[in-house]
């Protein structure tokens, strides 16, 4: 049976990035496959992250770029692996190579083609916040710097009108309209799923009013409202109105009740919330509503402490689950119940809410294909050997990051590098042992 | 610092207070409580005086340990010694005391070890300028012994001295104390803990009163102080801007004899004689241009603002820089005066022998109190632009 | 002596002034744009210093006093720093300035290429004390009547009344000042080389063919060469070896002040400042039980013999060392004696021809007979 | 014989180079946006050397395949002793170009790369300022590639061994995960005995008490890992790939040399005082026990019972001990409290089990379904604003204000973890910083936390901080994975190039660079009296280089000289 040095990440995010690059470090060859048209994950979405309010970009662009360079590892973006056969040591893989209608080699992502192109439609990477052509990259910084065209929307590729826009306004002939699919079969030696997590769906929350109540926003939609590259450029304004918010309330724990675990990580970007807004509108009063503080480790309770009182006044309720948000004639009502139970009433322009960490949609459908047992709560089951192995159901397949279950970065980047660890254990000593 | 339950020895008394000096280190030599003396000597043509390390006791009758000028500055001879080791000997250095102050700058940067020495200072009233002692020795001599007895610096001396106000005990391990005392009487007082061990190693036994040396050391300090304020004030006036720092040195020929007697200036080449510091010669050509002309040789503001800023912070003003320039700028006042507002601001005190380390050498939460009010102030004005 | 046999120049003379007619030619030479900057001493009114000045813009040429009995710092060091840059100037230098930089353009500290080099015959320089004192002003009359009439005027530098060389040996034009200017028989430019006529062009005042006539300075040159007997008689102390040398050197401080503005102690980190001399521990114990007793810091008396043996032979004898002691020892005397005595054995004068090369960097077959 | 000269006459000697100055047109970014025909006439005519020959061209894309295969010809064709390359940012193409030269006999640090695109092109919208600033910039870029000096790898060779320091479950797992035939691993624990903290602890996860136990045994078998039991570290010399290290054994004081390559702090955590803390008094003889005293007693008899050798009726679990004084959370008490509750209602059913908490931290996977368990066990959870204990007498305020007064058979506290002992002395030893927490300071919070400042040290475990035994765990395979990337058996290590030399003729020893040397590249040769420079440590960050006063520090490719002439160059 062949051991082969060759590894399959699967997710490009954090963890994903992390794991290829020690794996290609001890110079294994490392297929890193990732859906959308860029690598960076959840991270690059938010401006800057907790504890020390480090620019997320500053942190990451120089990881995508190393992965990017690194001859060891060959990135397959807007791919996704459709099949996983085998075993430990010797699994084979087919892989989907959605068309780009993009050449990743000529285009140098002039962004001359986004202009021209007639078709607008919402960004979902930008959180629905903004609208983009249908030849778009996700965001600016994107890396790689080179555009997609989504075959949904594009007139010519569903065949409504012979537009060619992209096409004239393109210098280097980068653009090709009838790319299309490629199918790669490769064989690994271990499989290693980075496919990361998403947040709750807030509008199955009623008494919170997402979706219905303009001025309450789920966390990513903030982050992107704050970061300096996303939709308003990072000014604050409410939608709509357009008008600055003079008071927010953030409400923690929203979808906990329902999922039955904590997510670990919103109390501190509730905090980190709380810093963005003080610091973007000195005038604010924000307001930070929670019935359980989880800030766990060596350094995240001081940046807690910096917070609180300073840039938010802390109002503890005791069942965070009956907390209710509705519309009053100047903006928003927020009634909770105080330590002894009775309602209290908060009137705020914004809400934001603090939501749980979910598996991604794409989760089950890539469990079928890994072949691996999903644990209770939908994120994919390590095997509980006791010692936080990160080997998945099935032997040779690990998982690291969100995809395992909510965490922050550092605790995906060590199980990235402790999936790693793993993999060069069984891999090394495989190729050795031959 | 003279702390009050301090106790001293009473040294039998000699013909000058320089000669009690002498009679003690030779009985501490016969007793074998040290290898060497470092003390100055006259040279052969008479006209000045050098450091000269000495073992033999016969030697010792040629010494003059309070002596009348300064050629060399003792922290250089300190260092010349030790700067690569204590050494096994045991030596007494007897000096002024900015010049055992200076060896304390410099322990602190690893270019004197003071671990077998003993550091001894005694009451200075002054020193003769360099010049005007070379030019008449004699002359000079008669000077100095009017300063030992009136405790106060005259118009021969250097300009520092008239306003110095570490002239007495500061931090060595021993010293010899005179100024304002009854004729010829002199006091031997411990200022360390190594001091103490070696008096009484040599069995003296500590328990004169200084009390009445201590008020009459304070009385000339408080007068020292005064001129101190008239003089920096008057420094002040000269250096209120640019033109005022470029007409006190208009004279400056570049030949850095001021960062060559300096104790403090221990780099073996100087930055600004360095080849980086050199100016590419059409950079140069082209600069002169902007301006229709410049002055050769160039950087000279440069040097002397670029030396303060590297050793303000432990100028000990001595005033060797100012005796050794040859068109006489007054180059120490103008060292003092900015050396006493740096060190006021990290409230470091130079040559101090507790082992506070160089300001610049560490890193305090809070500091410069000062600076953060004048940062504050700044942000204040400078309206918020986000 | 020899005086030197001078060949028929193209000159003229001059009606007024030395230094303004050499002003007047910088500031010919500046206006036609023929070079890009000119050096020359300047004087500065407001506090009455004077100061080497490289001068770009013909207008600033009002303070420049080109011919003046001031030397602040040795125009030939400085010129090492500038004169490799691709601008052409024009420079006036005293004669030892000019000697000093050919010595330096011998060990490749700058070059000629770009420099018209003006000089004058000199009468000597004040030492800095007066000079910081202000006193030039009320000595200039006097020191001119002296040098006219071919005297040796008063407290002047020691090394400059015994300087033999006041008349410049290669310089692309040279002004006769000593001598000749003030005695109404008015003085002379000469133009001594290609360069000079090229540069010179259109300058001022018809040519004429002349020979310079060294024996009008035969007065001049007694008189020096007098002094000069005084000036080195005197530093022979009572006997040569360690005692001589100790009562000549003994209070030095060791500022080193003499090495760094001499203009021939051109090394960046001067060996007696190095790692070289810095002595470690049982190096002091053992010399202390030899000998009872040693100087500290040490080889303060080393550091003038081996300044000697470095440049001496190629000492110009330009007296700054001597100014910048801050003890007043005759470096200056001993140096230029000492340098002398040792070019006369391979019969090299510092500064006489750049193409002549330096004793110490050349192996001769036949050489120092008289010693072997 | 002729007379010959010693050294030729100085004028013929000058410095012949040729320099290619290349510029990228780089589509419409440059091309579009700068008259790059001016530039290139201009450059041309460049007067600034005589001694120099400029060729200058401009090509389409540089980074492009065959725009890299058009510049190896150019370098091998022209024979070029410099190269200046007018592009993007170094960031993007500096080590495409850097290869480029390493093809050719061009040394790559006689190379630079000036970014015309970021800094001019993409930020100037007038065309002809952007071109001026460019044409200022590459001309800056020659005269400092002209005082360039050339650079080489000095690849070093490593020793593959790593010695763990702490014999805990952390120090135990890297071990297991490093030793292999090609790489031993020295596992040193100070007292007389592995396991450590953990070896008491059941574990949350059911079979996580004998994971601790069977990696015992397997360290013990394991021929590759040599166990120096009760012996500590003495000195720590050298850098990764190199660290000479000395151990002393505590029981005959005798030191053993041993070398190795990487080094893997496991040194564990101890637990808080809560004596420190002036909410909880008591003595030895009250009921009150430590969390690890009641572990040890479910893992060693089973049971837990109070000094009179009865079984408690009613016990307090206080969470937070100490969490106010540490000002962190140790983030899995409340998990382990909630396991001994259900110890403590399984050994008597009927017991009264009420935890006083400040704040439920619930991160880990199965906690709140521990906690929904033990609720249901009929546990109290009571969150409290304010707690005091006199012995078992516990006081408490909620949070809705009410005060409460409660005494118990037991009293169980959960300490927050703290530092081990000897974590300062250890740290002085591998020169690595603490945190504000008194912790091991990780050299990046997010993307690196088993690193150090010190290149080839790690940390992990509770040594990096307080976690729990999964986490430590992890933590091990992760610092594993980092050493088995970066000392490959056999392979040669290639430390930074561009690093900072110190002359010796100029340094006098004062060591204001031993301060400010963040990695522990200098250290100071008492014989000879001044500080030098480890080459193999430094990473030419240039921290010492501002530090010296008299310019003894040069960083080579960064010398004073070299910015100062790309400076006046550009602003000519």
Redesign the interface.
């Known amino acids: 049976m062949p051991q082969t040095g060759n590894i399959l990440v699967i997710g490009a995010g954090i963890a994903g990035m992390k794991a290829s690059l020690m794996l290609a470090g001890a110079s294994n060859k490392v297929y890193l496959v990732e859906k959308l048209p860029i690598i960076g994950g959840k991270v690059i979405k938010n401006e800057e992250s907790f504890p020390n309010l480090e620019c997320s970009t500053c942190m990451v662009a120089p990881i995508q770029q190393d992965v990017l360079q690194n001859p060891n590892i060959e990135t397959l973006t807007y791919s996704v692996v459709e099949k996983i056969e085998g075993s430990a040591g010797d699994f084979s893989v087919v892989i989907r190579k959605k068309a780009r209608y993009v050449s990743l080699t000529d285009c140098i992502g002039c962004g001359m083609c986004y202009e021209p192109c007639p078709v607008s439609l919402k960004n979902e990477w930008e959180e629905n916040l903004i609208d983009r052509k249908a030849i778009y990259v996700p965001c600016s910084g994107s890396l790689p710097n080179v555009p997609v065209i989504d075959s949904e929307h594009c007139l010519k590729l569903l065949g409504k009108e012979e537009c060619n826009l992209c096409v004239e306004s393109c210098a280097f002939e980068a653009i090709n309209l009838d790319d299309s699919d490629e199918v790669m079969e490769i064989k690994v030696g271990a499989v290693i799923l980075a496919t990361g997590s998403a947040t709750i769906d807030l509008s199955t929350l009623p008494n919170l009013g997402y979706g219905t109540l303009p001025g309450v926003y789920a966390p990513m939609e903030f982050e992107r409202l704050f970061a300096s590259n996303g939709p308003t450029l990072g000014e604050i304004v409410l939608r709509g109105s357009e008008k600055i918010p003079e008071s927010i309330a953030v409400i923690h724990c929203a979808g906990r009740k329902e999922k039955k675990y904590c997510s670990a990580v919103c109390c501190m970007y509730s905090f980190k919330f709380a810093r963005f807004l003080k610091h973007k509108i000195p005038s604010a009063h924000v307001f930070n509503i929670y019935s359980d503080i989880c800030v766990p480790g060596k350094s995240y309770q001081s940046f807690y402490k910096s917070v609180d009182g300073a840039d938010t006044e802390m109002l503890y309720t005791s069942s965070i689950e009956d907390v209710k948000v509705s519309e009053n004639e100047s903006g928003l009502k927020v009634a909770y119940p105080d330590a002894a139970g009775a309602m209290e009433e908060l009137n705020v322009d914004m809400v934001i809410l603090a939501a749980a960490l979910v598996p991604g949609d794409d989760a089950a459908p890539l469990a079928e294909v890994a072949g691996v047992d999903l644990d209770s709560r939908g994120f994919i089951a390590t095997v509980l050997d006791g010692s936080g192995s990160m080997e998945t159901s099935r032997r040779g397949v690990f998982v690291a990051g969100t995809a395992e279950g909510p965490k922050d970065i550092q605790n995906s980047v060590i199980q990235a590098e402790s999936a790693a660890g793993q993999v060069m254990g069984i891999v090394t000593s495989g190729v050795s042992g031959s | 610092m003279t702390d009050t339950e301090r106790k001293g020895a009473v040294l039998p008394v000699a013909k000058e207070p320089g000669d009690t000096v002498l009679d003690f280190l030779r009985m501490a030599m016969t007793k074998e409580a040290a290898d ?1 003396v ?1 003390l100055p000597m006259k ?3 008479g ?2 005086y ?7 006791i016969s ?1 010792l009758d040629d010494a003059v340990p309070i002596v009348p000028t300064m ?2 500055q003792g922290a ?14 045991k030596v007494i250095a007897v000096m002024r005391p900015c010049e055992i102050r200076a060896a304390m700058e410099l322990s602190k ?3 004197v070890h003071s671990e077998n020495l003993i550091l001894a200072t005694y009451d200075c009233p002054g020193a003769v300028q ?2 005007k002692y ?2 008449d020795p004699a002359g000079g001599d008669e000077r100095f012994s009017g300063m030992l007895k009136k405790g106060n610096p005259d118009d021969s001396a250097k300009s520092v001295c008239h306003y110095c106000e570490n002239f007495s005990i500061f931090d060595s391990d021993i010293h010899f104390g005179y100024l304002g005392l009854s004729e010829k009487e002199v006091l031997l007082v411990p200022g360390s803990g190594k001091g103490t061990e070696f008096l009484e190693e040599l069995g003296l036994d500590l328990k004169k009163d200084l009390s009445s040396w201590e008020k009459g050391i304070e009385e000339i300090r408080a007068d020292r102080v005064k001129t101190r304020k008239n003089s920096f004030e008057e420094t002040e006036i000269q250096l209120r801007d640019i033109d005022g720092l470029l ?1 006190v040195f ?2 400056c ?5 001021c960062q ?2 300096c104790p403090i200036c ?6 600004f ?14 600069a ?2 902007k301006r ?6 160039v950087d000279r503001i440069m040097f002397h603002t670029g030396r303060m800023a ?2 303000s912070l432990s100028c000990v003003s001595c005033g060797q820089c100012s ?6 700028i007054p180059v120490a006042d103008v060292f003092s005066y900015v050396a006493d507002q740096t060190q006021n601001t990290f409230e470091y005190i130079a040559g101090l022998n507790d082992g506070d380390p160089l300001p610049l ?2 890193f305090r939460k809070a500091e410069l109190p000062g600076v953060h009010e004048l940062v504050k102030d700044a942000d204040a004005e400078v309206p ?1 632009h ?1 | 002596m020899l005086m030197r046999r001078y060949h028929l120049m193209s000159s003229i003379t001059i009606d007024t002034s030395a230094s303004r007619k050499i002003k007047e030619l910088l500031k010919f030479l500046l206006e036609s744009g023929k070079i890009d900057a000119a050096v020359t001493m300047r004087k500065i009114p407001e506090n009455n210093s004077y100061d080497l000045a490289l001068i770009t813009n013909a207008s600033n040429l009002d303070e420049a006093v080109p011919v003046v009995p001031v030397m602040t710092v040795n125009a030939g060091q400085v010129l090492s720093s500038i004169s490799t840059s691709g601008k052409k100037m024009a420079v006036v230098l005293k004669p030892c300035e000019l000697r000093a930089f050919v010595e330096l353009v011998k060990r490749e500290q700058g070059s000629f290429e770009n420099l018209l080099t003006i000089s004058h015959t000199c009468g000597g320089v004040f030492p800095l004390e007066l000079v910081e004192k202000g006193q030039i002003e009320e000595l200039l009359p006097k020191y001119e009547k002296n040098v006219s009439k071919g005297e040796v005027p008063a407290n002047t530098r020691d090394t400059c009344r015994a300087c033999e060389h006041f008349i410049p040996m290669n310089a692309d034009i040279t002004v006769s000042v000593a001598g000749e200017c003030e005695s109404g028989k008015g003085c002379m430019m000469y133009f001594n080389t290609e360069k000079a006529e090229k540069f010179t062009e259109g300058f001022a005042g018809e040519r004429s063919e002349q020979k310079f006539d060294p024996s009008v300075l035969q007065k001049t040159l007694d008189a020096r060469l007098a002094e000069k007997e005084k000036l080195f008689s005197s530093t022979k102390k009572d006997g040569p070896g360690l005692d001589g040398l100790l009562d000549l050197f003994g209070k030095c401080v060791g500022c080193h002040g003499c090495s760094n503005v001499c203009p021939i102690c051109y090394c960046l980190l001067c060996d007696f400042e190095s790692a070289n001399f810095d002595y470690n521990l049982p190096y002091f114990e053992e010399h202390l039980s030899r000998r009872g007793a040693l100087r500290l810091p040490p080889d303060t008396i080393f550091f003038h013999l081996g300044r000697l043996t470095h440049m001496s032979f190629s000492c110009v004898g330009c007296g700054m060392c001597s100014d910048v002691c801050p003890v007043g020892i005759p470096v200056a005397a001993v140096f230029k004696k000492t340098g002398e005595k040792t070019a006369a054995i391979f019969d090299y004068v510092p500064g006489r021809d750049v193409e002549e090369s330096i004793p110490v960097m050349v192996y001769k077959e036949e050489e120092l007979s008289d010693i072997g | 014989m002729k007379d010959f000269e010693m050294r030729e006459s100085g004028q013929d000697k000058k410095l012949r180079a040729k320099v290619g100055v290349y510029v990228c047109e780089c589509g419409p970014n440059i091309a579009g946006k700068v008259d790059l025909d001016k530039i290139l006439a201009d450059l041309s005519e460049l007067d600034d050397y005589q001694d120099v020959e400029l060729v200058v061209k401009k090509y389409g894309f540089l980074c492009s395949g065959p725009g890299k295969e058009f510049l190896e010809e150019e370098i091998k064709s022209n024979g070029f002793t410099h190269l200046v390359v007018g592009a993007c940012s170094p960031r993007d193409h500096d080590s495409t170009f850097m290869s480029i030269c390493e093809k050719t006999d061009l040394n790559p640090y006689l190379y630079r790369i000036i970014n015309i695109r970021e800094h001019c092109t993409w930020v100037i919208d007038d065309k002809e300022k952007a071109t001026e600033k460019a044409f200022s910039y590459i001309r800056g870029g020659i005269a400092r590639v002209l005082r360039q000096s050339e650079l080489f790898e000095k690849p070093l060779d490593i020793n593959p061994d790593v010695l763990v320091i702490g014999g805990g479950i952390s120090g135990m797992e890297a071990a297991l995960s490093l030793s292999g035939e090609d790489r031993r691993v020295f596992l040193v624990e100070k007292t007389d005995r592995l396991g450590g903290v953990s070896i008491d602890l059941s574990g949350l996860l059911p079979g996580q008490g004998e994971v601790v136990k069977k990696k015992m045994e397997s360290v013990t078998e394991d021929k590759n890992i040599r166990l120096f039991l009760n012996t500590r570290v003495e000195t720590v010399i050298g850098f990764l790939g190199n660290f000479e290290i000395e151990l002393v054994s505590k029981e005959n004081a005798e030191t053993t040399e041993i070398m190795a390559g990487a080094i893997v702090v496991a040194t564990g955590s101890e637990l808080f005082e809560p004596a420190n803390s002036d909410n909880y008094s008591y003595s030895e003889s009250d009921e009150v026990y430590t969390s690890i005293s009641i572990e040890k007693m479910f893992s060693g008899e089973g049971e837990a019972k109070l000094r009179s050798g009865m079984k408690p009726s009613s016990v307090a679990l206080i969470h937070c001990v100490g969490r106010e004084e540490k000002n962190y959370c140790s983030g899995i008490c409340c998990s382990y409290m909630m396991k001994l509750a259900g110890f403590f209602k399984n050994q008597s059913p009927d017991i009264q089990v009420t935890e006083f908490y400040r704040d439920l931290c619930l991160p880990q996977k199965d906690d709140q379904e521990r906690y929904n368990e033990a609720e249901a066990d009929g546990v109290t959870f009571i969150r409290i604003k304010d707690i005091s204990t006199k012995g078992t007498d516990v006081s408490f305020e909620k949070m809705n204000g009410e005060k409460g007064e409660q005494s118990f058979d037991m009293v169980v506290l959960a300490p927050a973890m703290e530092p081990s002992a000897d974590t300062e002395e250890l740290a002085d030893l591998l020169t690595v910083p603490l945190d504000e927490s008194g912790f091991f300071q990780e050299v990046h919070k997010m993307t690196n936390p088993v690193g150090t400042s010190t290149d080839g040290v790690f940390i992990v475990g509770t040594a990096h901080g307080p976690k729990g035994v999964s986490d430590s765990m992890q933590f091990a395979r992760a610092s594993a994975g980092q050493i088995l990337t970066r000392l490959i058996p056999g392979e040669k290590l290639i430390p930074e190039v561009k690093v900072t030399e110190i002359l010796e003729a100029y340094c006098t020893g004062c060591g204001n660079c031993l301060d400010v040397c963040v990695y522990g590249a200098i250290y100071s040769d008492d014989s000879r009296g001044i500080s030098v420079v480890n080459e193999a440590v430094c990473r030419g960050c240039g921290n010492c280089f501002g530090s010296c006063p008299s310019g003894a520090l040069r960083t080579k490719h960064f010398t004073n000289t070299q910015l100062y002439r790309e400076v006046d160059e550009a602003l000519r």
């Open positions: 060497a470092i040279v052969p043509s006209d000045s050098a450091w000269i390390l000495m073992n033999d030697l050629p060399v250089k001879a300190l260092r010349s010694l030790t700067r690569k080791g204590p050494g096994n000997l940067l690893g270019q360099l010049q070379v030019d007409s208009a004279n020929i570049g030949c850095h004899n060559s007697a221990y780099c073996r080449l100087c930055y004689d360095s080849e980086t510091a050199e100016q590419d010669p059409d950079a140069l050509i082209t002169a241009e229709g002309g410049i002055s050769l040789p590297h050793m005796d050794a320039c040859p068109v006489s050498r560490q918020s986000e």
